[in-house]
């Protein structure tokens, strides 16, 4: 099994509502284990043109599962998991219902066509790691360092919303090899 690193995020809709959706989602995949997941953060969408205040605000969170499948299953899966839950691909960067991206798979590095990991941009992205950081703080981002250094020298901008951890009450994904203090 290898261990994934998955960043949820949403700015339509009931984002809450649907990020907690999208991760019981991923739990329910066959060949994935959930390990620990964050609270949301809040933060100003990201566009391609920079900060956007006039757009609606996301609410970001992270997952971190064991998983069998393979990278590119991994993904096919996710994209299922995001039309399921009304996501269209129109306009890059642009406004979304859910958005699912494989952050990290243990220290493997992948650049095709499809799929790049480590993420090319999650250590410049405070709405990935504050998550990440809350879901597991001895997190690394493979070939950039610790997530918390990461954060620390990026400035944390998110906003946490007074939310549980995404895996709460499902029972999955509570005590389980890093602890209950991750999985709360």
Do not use: C
């Not at 690193?5 to 339509?12: E, P």
């Not at 649907?18 to 991923?26: E, G, H, M, W, Y």
């Amino acid at each position: 099994m290898t261990r994934a690193v998955i960043a949820l995020g949403a700015n339509l809709g009931d984002r809450g509502s649907t990020l907690r959706s999208a991760a019981r989602a991923i739990a329910a995949v066959p060949g994935i284990r959930p390990v620990a997941s964050s609270r949301e953060v809040e933060s100003v969408a990201l566009t391609l043109d920079g900060l956007d205040t006039t757009k609606p605000r996301y609410r970001n969170a992270v997952v971190v599962v064991d998983t069998d499948l393979t990278p590119d299953a991994l993904l096919d899966a996710l994209h299922g998991i995001e039309d399921d839950h009304g996501r269209t691909r129109e306009v890059r960067w642009g406004d979304r219902t859910l958005d699912l991206d494989v952050v990290a798979i243990d220290d493997i590095r992948i650049d095709t066509a499809t799929l790049t990991v480590p993420h090319p941009r999650a250590g410049e992205r405070a709405f990935v790691l504050a998550p990440w950081l809350d879901a597991d703080p001895d997190a690394e981002l493979p070939g950039a360092g610790p997530v918390a250094d990461l954060l620390a020298a990026l400035g944390d901008d998110t906003e946490r919303i007074d939310e549980p951890r995404l895996f709460d009450g499902q029972g999955s994904g509570q005590g389980t090899e890093q602890g209950p203090e991750h999985t709360r």
